[in-house]
């Protein structure tokens, strides 16, 4: 289906649109007067104007933002846990007969301690935490030609020592009533949603636009690196499938050295046969001279 909204034609698999915060069902046909050439084929077609009034669901805008600005903050939390872990190099992976001798919770106990730190300044678990604060951080312009940030709508990230620890990388909204940092606090997202709703979502689709392009950008193919990957993980599987041939190599290399110091013990046990055999041989002799 196809609409046209203030001169801007949109265009929908099924008959219902969104945009920017509308939810609008086309139900029919509008009514036309056909155009037509000299020769009466219709050429085109004089739509009547159909006339709608909104009312913004600010709710609705808010709570979208609060969503997003959540599961943001769950995973920059977790990614500052991670990436600020100590490490741990007590613990060594265990062997079967360590595992044998341990109970099931302590073996899970034990690898759970390993894993925490396996991320421990990653370098490119930073580069990943950078790219998603950098993000958070940029001003945008929206189509109206105004610059905003995150905190023009009152949204920003708490002070270093009121945040707690892998939790200064989270934003908090001003005037947010489940928040008990903020919620005395202007309530500047509401307003904005309320006074000027264009340039608010404006604004968030930006700011995820330019997040996801640049996650996109990371996790690009390359020689090194597979389709949404963020790791080197082609280079990686061939420095294994490296070290392993290697491995290969050198137990050969050791088991023809076995081989070959085998074959020479052989051949001196086996002189050594023959030397005793004469000698033996000799004393017999000597014996019987007696």
């Given at each position: 289906?196809k609409i046209e ?8 698999s099924?008959?219902m ?8 069902t086309?139900t ?7 155009v037509?050439?000299d ?15 909104t009312?913004t669901?600010v ?10 600005l959540?599961?943001y903050?769950e ?8 990436y ?5 190099k007590?613990y060594?992976p265990?062997t ?10 302590e073996?899970e106990?034990?690898?759970k301690?390993i894993k925490?730190?396996?991320?421990s300044?990653?370098?490119n ?5 950078n790219?998603?604060k950098?993000g958070m ?7 109206s030609g105004?610059t905003y940030s ?6 920003n990230t708490?002070s ?5 620890d ?6 908090h ?11 005395g606090?202007?309530d500047?997202l509401?307003a ?9 979502m404006d ?9 996801y ?7 690009a ?17 061939k420095e294994?499938?490296?070290?392993e ?5 050198e137990?050969?290399y ?6 070959k110091w085998?074959d020479?013990?052989a051949?001196m046990e086996?002189?050594m046969?023959?030397?005793n055999?004469k000698?033996?041989?000799l004393?017999?002799?000597f014996?019987?001279g007696r």
């Open positions: 289906a909204l203030n001169n801007v034609e949109y265009e929908s099924t008959n649109f969104q945009i920017n915060g509308l939810n609008i086309a029919k046909e509008s009514d036309y007067t056909p037509k050439d020769e009466g084929n219709e050429i085109g077609r004089n739509y009547t104007t159909t006339n709608i009034s009312t669901d709710d609705g805008a808010y709570n979208m933002i609060k969503d997003f959540k599961k903050n995973i920059i939390n977790e990614m500052d846990k991670l600020n872990e100590k490490p741990n007590t060594e265990l079967s007969e360590e595992k044998d001798a341990m109970s099931d919770e073996v106990e034990w690898e301690k925490d730190s396996l991320l300044r990653d370098d678990l930073r580069t990943l935490i790219t998603f950098e951080a940029a001003a945008y312009k929206t189509s105004k995150l905190a023009s709508f009152g949204i708490l270093y020592f009121e945040a707690a892998n939790e200064k990388g989270a934003y909204i001003d005037g947010d009533s489940d928040d008990e940092k903020t919620k606090n202007d500047k509401r904005m949603l309320t006074n000027n709703l264009d340039d608010t604004f968030f689709n930006n700011l995820a636009k330019n997040i392009g640049k996650l996109g950008d990371m996790m193919r390359s020689d090194y690196r597979s389709f949404k990957s963020l790791y080197d993980d082609k280079a990686l599987k294994y499938e490296d070290l041939k290697d491995l290969k190599d137990e050969q050791l088991s023809d050295y076995e081989d085998y020479k013990f051949a086996k002189a046969e023959k030397v055999s000698q033996n041989a004393a017999g002799l014996g019987t």
